[in-house]
């Protein structure tokens, strides 16, 4: 079956614009996460959705992030005033229940360049 | 706080060398541990998971034991193959929490 995907596969933008990230998860997958995984780094934990609410949004740097997931599936993070330091690849992971035991799968990223 | 700290790479190896990477962590609870691995090219996929002491999680070949005593799940591999080569990440989840915490990556390299 369909694995998580991702759009854009890769996104340029000017210091200062605004941009939307979209997440797809594995069908009948009601729990969702954000990483981002700056270049030589392992993948920081942004937000984790249960069905439609945001769970856990305690990875979110500042309050030009923030994300939504209103039917509970497609997941969006959005970005105001990107600044140089945003860029990374952003990693959508989901997961059946979100049990301490389940299986994150991972898309392939959405690598983020603001110039 | 909560942190992961695994060895740094590029580790280089001939074919059917014996691998070890070396993972260890820092957390509040009693976390599942986990190694992702990233294929050139390709994204995250997970490798192995242990949700409790002592238990050992396997996969491929794969192994890593989850050792409370001394926080460290390490990975071990008795040959490798060139199609190992790939970045390994150690990650866990603490307990009540669904995020993980990965460390920096470890990038090994299979050299026929």
């Known amino acids: 079956g369909a694995g998580v995907s991702q759009t854009p596969s890769n996104k340029v933008t000017e210091k200062g614009k605004y941009v939307e990230l979209r997440c797809d998860p594995i069908s009948g997958h009601t729990a969702l996460y954000w990483y981002r995984q700056s270049l030589g780094q392992g993948p920081e934990f942004l937000i984790y959705f249960q069905g439609t609410g945001a769970a856990d949004d305690s990875g979110l740097p500042n309050d030009r992030f923030f994300a939504v997931r209103p039917e509970g599936s497609v997941s969006t993070l959005k970005i105001q005033r990107t600044e140089r330091g945003d860029s990374a690849v952003y990693l959508c992971?989901?997961?059946?229940?979100?049990?301490?035991?389940?299986?994150?799968?991972f898309g392939p990223g959405t690598r983020l360049t603001v110039l | 706080g909560n942190s992961v700290t695994q060895m740094e790479g590029p580790v280089t190896l001939s074919e059917e060398a014996f691998l070890t990477i070396n993972c260890t962590y820092t957390?509040?609870?009693?976390?599942?541990l986990f190694w992702y691995v990233q294929y050139p090219g390709e994204g995250l996929q997970l490798l192995l998971k242990a949700t409790k002491a002592d238990d050992k999680g396997s996969n491929k070949g794969f192994e890593a034991t989850y050792r409370k005593e001394t926080t460290s799940f390490h990975l071990e591999k008795g040959s490798v193959q060139v199609s190992d080569s790939a970045v390994y990440f150690c990650a866990f989840m603490d307990t009540g929490r669904r995020a993980l915490t990965f460390g920096s990556g470890t990038r090994l390299q299979v050299q026929p």
């Open positions: 992971a989901s997961s059946q229940v979100g049990g301490g035991t389940d299986t994150q799968y």
């Open positions: 957390a509040t609870g009693y976390p599942s």
